[in-house]
Every structure is written in structure tokens, then in C-alpha cells.
């Protein structure tokens, strides 16, 4: 990338903790796919499915771990390849910084602390009473309500909404979309409504808020609601893919990894590490232990040991679950051999 940093391969071995295998020496302008690499470019191999591309690559070097130190071509070695590649990924691509400024356009309530490092771009809003910390970047269309708090070096995207009285920490990134603090779904049934008006759900006031500690990300159009009572709390380090729902007082617990369109019902708590494939549903006031694993499309009925990995709907060990599927894709022969036996038994004289 013309006028873009430049490195030589051993000082970015260096700085990932890896060693070089071939010329240390060679000048490294860019990462690129093992497909479009050129002399210039460093990509990574890390999944044998792309063996062939990693055989056939261009790329002035790649990173690889221990076991792919050697044959032609220069290597990056790092004991965990996917990690070094994001660290060196991280050094073409650095975060955004915040240039400190206040737009003419945004409104910054009089009551409201904006660090001075801080930078709100036009359309933001920044409510009575919030807090904006040290170098945090406020895009368009960004909405902090009511005595709101958001940490240091945050990176809120456009149309994030984070409600009043919740509590973002530092280091935070939530994505274009994201809405922090909205109403938990609660509602009591009411028979008779206001003066015999007839029956009607009432609604039940969503009195508490959301904590989202450090280093957390939340994905686009992502929506985690408030406290009934209390607060719901994202755990330090949880990242969270785009349209996932974590209902009211639910607790997600530290490191955990809840993917796309995972679902969390209220007063559930995650442990440290959990993890949630795509579209998993786990309903309320269930305990998920520290490192369980729960596979796409799971539907989660029953609480969870630690550790333990579970698929199905409605949940069950993930090996028992996968002999239920093989069994199902034989369903159709057995139905058919189930058949034939009945006959067989049939023109024996006995009964099917």
C-alpha cells in the first residue's frame, strides 16, 4: 500500500513473538489472502483446508506454526498463527483514533462531562448528567441518554443508543445499531383492565440498567435490555456478534462468545467462557457453566454443568445428540425395513 507502513520480517517477528524461517530481512507493505498475496504481503496458514493456496502462494511470507516451519518461501513461525496474524494485522490496520473535538452539530447537554480528549462527531447526543471518557469516539447518530457513562477509548458506531443510567466501561466497541439498555420484555397479564376496560398485558416497569464491563464488543443491531430490577451485566472481555438478544438481568459471563442471533432469556447467568453458536436459544433462569459450549440451533431447556457441550432442541449432549441425527437421516429405510418385517411376520401367521 503506497505511503503505508512497512516492516522487515524479523522485526514483526519480533513484535508477535515468532521467529523467521528464510530472509529476516525482506520487506513486508501489507497482509493480503494467500490467494492475492504478492512479494509484499504477509498472509497466514492455519486451516489445512487452504493447503493448496498455502502451497501456491506469492506472498513475500507467511505466517505458519511450528509444524509448517518448513519448505521454500519465507515464514513468520509463531506457536499460534491465527493470533500472530491478527497482532501483525493490527499493525497495518490500527484502531481509529479520536482527533478531540466537539462538532457544531452534536448536542452536548450543559450537564454532561465529555473528556476533552474525546471526540463527538455531528448528530450525536449526549444526554443531561452522561460521561464520556478519555480518547472515546462518538459517530454520527450516537445516542447517550440520562446520566449514561461510557468508559475510555470506546469506539461507539453510528446509531448505537446507549440508554439512561447504563454503564459502559473501557476499551468498549459497540457496533453500528447497538442498543444498550432497552426495555426488558415484562408484562403481567390484568384479567380486568383499568375500571373493566377488559383484559390486557400490563407493562412491568424496567427499573434497572445495563453494565458493560471492560474490553467488551458488541455486534450490529445487537440489543441488551435493562433490569427489571438490578442489571444486566455483560462480563469483561465477552464479545457478541451482530443481532444477538440478551434479555433483562441476564448475567454474561467474563471471555464469553455469544454468536449471530444467539438468543438469552431474562435472569439467565452465563459462567466465564461460555460460548453460544449461531441462533442458540437459552431460556430463563437457567445456570450455564464456565466453558460450556452450546451448538447452533441449540434450544437450551435445562441448565448446564461447566464444561459441557450441548446441541439439539431441546438440548442434550452434543454426541448423543449427533447419534440422534445420524439415526434421523436413516429414518425413512428403517420405516421402510420396519414395514417389511410387519408383512414377513404377517404371512408367517403371527401378528404384525
Known amino acids: 500500500m503506497a505511503g ?33 498475496a504478492g512479494p509484499g504481503d504477509i498472509s497466514f496458514f492455519a486451516n489445512r483446508k487452504y493447503r493448496a493456496a498455502f502451497e501456491a ?24 498463527a491465527y493470533l500472530a496474524f491478527a497482532k501483525v494485522s493490527t499493525l497495518f490496520h490500527p484502531p481509529r483514533a479520536a482527533v478531540p473535538d466537539v462538532a457544531p452539530q452534536a448536542f452536548v447537554h450543559p450537564d454532561a462531562r465529555v473528556a476533552a480528549s474525546a471526540e463527538i462527531m455531528p448528530f450525536a447526543h449526549v444526554g443531561a448528567g452522561a460521561e464520556v471518557g478519555a480518547r ?3 459517530f454520527p447518530g450516537v445516542v447517550l441518554g440520562e446520566g449514561a457513562r461510557v468508559g475510555e477509548d470506546c ?3 453510528p446509531n448505537v443508543v446507549v440508554r439512561e443510567g447504563c454503564r459502559v466501561g473501557d476499551r468498549v466497541i459497540l457496533q453500528p445499531g447497538c442498543v444498550v439498555g432497552s ?20 407493562k412491568v416497569p424496567q427499573a434497572g440498567a445495563v453494565v458493560i464491563e471492560d474490553d467488551v464488543e458488541l455486534g450490529a443491531n445487537t440489543c441488551v435490555d435493562r433490569g427489571t430490577l438490578g442489571d444486566t451485566v455483560v462480563g469483561r472481555g465477552a464479545k457478541v456478534d451482530n443481532l444477538v438478544q ?3 438481568n441476564v448475567a454474561v459471563g467474563p471471555l464469553s462468545l455469544l454468536m449471530a442471533q444467539a438468543g438469552i432469556a431474562g435472569s439467565t447467568r452465563l459462567g466465564m467462557g461460555v460460548i453460544l453458536a449461531g441462533q442458540a436459544g437459552v431460556v430463563g433462569h437457567l445456570q450455564i457453566g464456565d466453558g460450556a459450549k452450546v451448538a447452533a440451533q441449540t434450544g437450551v431447556m435445562h441448565d448446564v454443568e461447566a464444561g459441557a ?13 449427533m447419534k440422534v441425527q445420524a439415526v434421523l437421516r436413516r429414518l425413512p429405510e428403517l420405516v421402510k425395513r420396519v414395514r417389511q418385517l410387519e408383512k414377513a411376520v404377517e404371512r408367517l401367521g403371527g401378528k404384525p
Request: proline share 6%; aromatic share 8%; net charge negative.
Open 4 to 36: 503505508g507502513p512497512s516492516f522487515r520480517l524479523d522485526d514483526l517477528a519480533a513484535r508477535v513473538g515468532g521467529e523467521v524461517a528464510g530472509d529476516g530481512a525482506a520487506r513486508i507493505e501489507g497482509v493480503a489472502p494467500l490467494e492475492e
Open 57 to 80: 502462494t506469492r506472498a513475500g511470507a507467511v505466517i505458519v506454526e511450528p509444524g509448517e516451519a518448513g519448505g521454500a518461501g519465507n515464514r513468520l513461525v509463531a506457536s499460534n
Open 136 to 138: 472515546t469516539i462518538l
Open 155 to 157: 469506539l461507539l458506531y
Open 183 to 202: 426495555d426488558g420484555f415484562g408484562f403481567a397479564f390484568d384479567v380486568q383492565g383499568e375500571e373493566g376496560s377488559g383484559p390486557r398485558h400490563y
Open 246 to 248: 440478551i434479555a433483562h
Open 309 to 321: 457441550v450441548e446441541g439439539g432442541s431441546p438440548s442434550m449432549p452434543h454426541a448423543e445428540w
